[in-house]
């Protein structure tokens, strides 16, 4: 983690939880949060739940006199319209939802989503006053192939809208086969593609906004893990799946990213 460049630690609860799960998991994650600020004062981090979107107003709801802020998982290139079953992002701001996450690696497998999608995603997303978190990673076969550099630089240039700036984007590096299975890249691994996806940022919004853009690692952080991976100089922060389910997992890990 650079100076200046405060972590965030996104949770994602994909597909998970009815209305008591999501109003429990809030609840506890708002004690720990308040036993630490007793104890410590201000959390030098940000706190983003990305519930499923039938809870997101319930949480909301639940986390009201607290600084964690929620977020969607998608939204439609659309403001409105004729799209059945689909979310926009005017919409998700309109439940006061600061983030949407964008071309998550589910969302391009299990929707065939490209990058122009992606970046039409994150355009609109943009467009409603959200801030876009915009997903890349290689698969399996892509990075035994060698190819992780080449997949990568493709998703950011291709995924990233324009008038992108350090306040309205945060890029996730989750590798696909990562997600989900315990297994995470080393942290030298992790680093060299932080510092490429900063790179190409630069080339795309400019060196200093690229300086100030948040870099998310996700794919399998868990409280064990943690420490060392947001430690990393181009990591700030983290998407975080599985372990976001259980509030002291995710506290946890929030908590690692200033130890
Ligand atoms: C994710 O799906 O964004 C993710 C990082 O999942 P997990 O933490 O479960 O690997």
């Not at 060299?192 to 795309?204: G, N, Q």
Request: hydrophobic share 45%; glycine share 10%; with cysteine.
């Amino acid at each position: 983690m650079a100076q200046g460049r405060r972590p965030l630690i996104a949770g994602n609860w994909k597909m998970n939880g009815l209305w008591d799960d999501g109003v429990e998991r809030a609840e506890t994650l708002m004690r720990l949060m308040q036993d630490a600020e007793a104890a410590q004062g201000p959390l030098p981090f940000d706190l983003l739940l990305c519930p499923p979107a039938t809870l997101i107003g319930v949480v909301h709801f639940t986390l009201a006199n607290t600084s964690i802020t929620v977020g969607g998982q998608d939204c439609h290139t659309k403001a409105s319209g004729a799209h059945t079953g689909d979310v926009s992002a005017s919409m998700l701001k309109d439940l006061d939802c600061t983030h949407v996450i964008v071309g998550h690696s589910e969302r391009r497998a299990d929707h065939a989503e490209s990058d122009a999608v992606v970046e039409a995603k994150a355009q609109a997303a943009v467009a409603a006053g959200l801030c876009a978190i915009v997903c890349v990673g290689e698969t399996e076969a892509q990075r035994d192939a060698g190819r992780t550099a080449e997949i990568v630089a493709r998703q950011v240039k291709g995924s990233i809208p324009t008038g992108a700036n350090s306040q309205n984007l945060v890029v996730a590096y989750e590798p696909v086969w990562a997600i989900g299975t315990g297994k995470t890249p080393t942290a030298p691994e992790v680093q060299e593609v932080h510092a490429l996806i900063r790179a190409r940022l630069a080339d795309l919004i400019g060196a200093a906004e690229a300086a100030k853009t948040r870099i998310l690692y996700g794919g399998s952080v868990k409280p064990s893990n943690a420490k060392e991976l947001l430690a990393l100089p181009d990591v700030d922060g983290a998407l975080v799946g599985g372990a976001s389910l259980v509030a002291g997992d995710f506290w946890a890990i929030a908590a690692a990213s200033t130890a």
